[in-house]
């Protein structure tokens, strides 16, 4: 897989930043100011503002290190800024997103350092894509401060954790950066400054090289989980890392290793994985209960999964309303039944000879992807894979939550084959429901089915996902990188 992007990180990357107690002070003015004309004044000083601030922030980055979630600027103000004045988040609604604008912008001081244009510009001229994936708490620092520095042009996409939902380290913002780029995991390069939320999440996420560059700011928190490929201490150096990959990929045929196949396309549910204790929570959470179902419950259940499935919902909200079917409406007992939801949806067992059959694919030269109906980000997913030791393998992922649609709409499959790079011909598709197969045949592709339904169209019928190894169009030719 030949090098087609390079995406940076925001701040400490592109920019180096930093703050002292005195700044925070001197310009909490600008909050107050915000604050004030969204009708809500404060009974603390400017002192006490700015160390509310600071504390704040450091809790909510405790808090979203574990969590991996992006909290909507209201309720990061609402629940960690301003915890102690007991702000409602709906008060603060018409002015948050200014609130972390300027909480970003003003609170900090921001300098681009000053060999990045020049680097974009080779890298431009080297004709790869350059994007942006930044944790930010504003939808708009980033493309004000891009702009600001005069380098706005060279970025497409801007992946911002605050449209996404997600942080670093999570590695579902990579794949869904390098799915806005219309490339493959593996023909990306990364650079950040941290390792615990940079390095590790692109690596996670089977990124060509993961890079980090020296940024003194937070020298003190402890980072760590990954190791960089290389550390870069100017941007400069950037350069030949590049155009060593550029040399190397000249010495390759991609894909040409394989026979008319070069890449596999997995459904993830009872293909890679299955629930052996299916609803085992759930019905120890409702035993014992008295319930009064809704009368269409089952028909009920389907339309919320539906909407969940494809974005329309939050997986919380979803079996929120699940829990509410059976007759609870006891807010305790809701949270309970949603945990119960959660666990069951978590607990999966990997099928035997998966792990061993996609390592030796992917030895074999082949492009891997996942296209997947789910309701929950795919990083839930890779955590089970990544503890089978085939996490980092995979250079695809279509989530039907971030496409807004499920398969078998061929615009499941047809992004896959895009981002992958491949025709319909040069693709196959492992599954089993009989909907999905008639969709991925629909678009050209050819079928593999397993743990198939009995009617489920296919080229191959396999017994189990071992067998794939032995297909005469998945054969070896001879080894590439």
């Known amino acids: 897989m030949k090098l087609k992007a390079v995406f940076f990180d925001m701040g400490g990357t592109i920019e180096t930043f930093y703050f002292t107690p005195e700044i925070r002070v001197e310009r909490s003015a600008v ?49 960690f800024y301003l915890k102690d004045l007991s702000i409602d988040p709906q008060v603060l609604q018409p002015v948050a997103e200014e609130l972390s604008f300027l909480y970003e912008t003003e609170l900090f001081i921001r300098e681009m350092r000053p060999e990045i244009p020049d680097v974009l510009e080779q890298i431009k001229q080297l004709g790869l894509i350059i994007g942006v994936i930044s944790n930010t708490q504003s939808t708009s620092q980033v493309p004000y401060t891009l702009k600001k520095y005069g380098i706005s042009s060279y970025f497409d996409p801007v ?20 799915r806005l780029a219309n490339v493959s995991t593996k ?39 990954a190791v960089p490929d290389a550390v870069l201490n100017d941007m400069t150096e950037l350069i030949p890392l590049i155009e060593a990959e550029l040399e190397r990929d000249k010495q390759f045929v991609v894909g040409g290793n394989i ?61 929120a309303e699940v829990i509410r079917l059976y007759g609870i409406e006891d807010s305790v007992e809701i949270a309970e039944g949603v945990r119960a939801l959660a666990e069951d949806s978590d607990t999966v067992a990997i099928y035997d000879g998966v792990a061993e059959t996609l390592l030796e694919l992917k030895k074999r030269g082949f492009i891997l992807g996942i296209i997947t109906d789910t309701s929950m980000p795919f990083s839930n997913k890779l955590r089970w894979f990544e503890a089978h030791g085939f996490g980092d393998i995979w250079d695809v992922v279509i989530s039907s939550r971030e496409i807004g649609a499920r398969k078998p709409e061929a615009i499941m499959y047809q992004l896959a084959l895009n981002q992958a790079n491949v025709c319909p011909a040069q693709a196959m598709f492992v599954g089993h429901k009989t909907s999905e197969l008639i969709g991925a045949r629909s678009v050209g592709m050819k079928i593999a089915a397993c743990n198939n339904d009995p009617d489920a169209p296919a080229d191959y019928y ?15 030719r001879y080894t590439n990188r």
């Open 187 to 225: 023909a990306c390069i990364y650079i950040g400054d941290k390792i615990n939320r940079d390095v590790l999440g692109s690596k996670r996420a089977g990124y060509r090289l993961s890079l980090q560059i020296s940024h003194v700011y937070g020298a003190d928190e402890i980072d760590e989980g």
């Open 159 to 178: 992946v911002l954790s605050s449209v996404y939902g997600r942080r670093k380290p999570d590695p579902a913002i990579f794949f869904y950066a390098a």
């Open 462 to 476: 396999l017994k189990e996902i071992r067998e794939l190894l032995t297909l005469d169009c998945l054969q070896p």
């Open 31 to 79: 909050i107050v100011d915000c604050l004030s004309r969204g009708g809500i004044s404060l009974p603390i000083t400017n002192e006490k503002l700015a160390e509310s601030i600071t504390r704040g922030a450091a809790e909510y980055t405790r808090w979203n290190m574990q969590t991996h979630i992006e909290l909507p600027p209201a309720e990061i103000w609402s629940r």
């Open 259 to 319: 026979g008319e196949i070069k890449a596999l396309f997995f459904d993830a549910g009872d293909i890679l994985y299955y629930r052996h204790r299916r609803n085992e929570h759930l019905n120890r959470f409702l035993a014992g209960k008295k319930l009064n179902p809704a009368p269409d419950i089952e028909k009920e259940i389907a339309r919320f999964k539906e909407l969940a499935f494809v974005g329309k919902m939050k997986r919380h909200d979803y079996y």
